[in-house]
């Protein structure tokens, strides 16, 4: 079975505030983390999760969800390369109503013919190719 992509918002929903995704997310990186779940995630993932948590000033939740997403997905967070930089510029021809962050994700899933993607982002639903995993359905 091929490996899904974990978006930036499932940890961040699971190590969040209530939320009707907060248990789904959960489920999820505890799949991953006993070996239930294949996945990958790339470095711009990890970036978002800083980004997001020094903006709001709160680095110390940014550094622990950092560090037990880190933990979780060691040996599988792909790098993000000057040809998914590449390629997510062409995607934005298609997918303009991704958000830049999205395209390169996309274009690193699609580099590494990743085609699944575990998210709570309904923009993944308009993209040719790739199969969104809604976190509220995960079992």
């Not at 209530?18 to 489920?27: D, G, I, T």
């Not at 006993?34 to 020094?54: F, P, W």
């Not at 040809?83 to 994700?105: G, N, T, W």
Request: net charge negative.
């Amino acid at each position: 079975m091929p490996p899904v992509f974990v978006d930036t918002n499932i940890p961040m929903y699971a190590a969040g505030t209530p939320h009707p995704l907060k248990a789904p997310s959960q489920r999820i990186l505890r799949a991953i983390a006993n070996g239930e779940l294949q996945a990958v995630t790339d470095a711009e993932v990890l970036q978002e999760i800083l980004y997001r948590y020094l903006h709001i000033g709160q680095k110390e939740k940014g550094l622990k969800i950092f560090d037990s997403f880190r933990r979780i997905m060691l040996g599988y967070i792909l790098p993000v390369e000057d040809l998914d930089v590449q390629l997510a510029r062409e995607f934005v021809e298609r997918y303009s109503f991704l958000s830049p962050r999205d395209l390169i994700h996309l274009a690193v899933m699609w580099r590494h013919n990743v085609r699944e993607i575990v998210t709570a982002d309904t923009g993944f639903d308009l993209v040719e190719g790739i199969r969104r995993i809604n976190p509220l359905e995960f079992s």
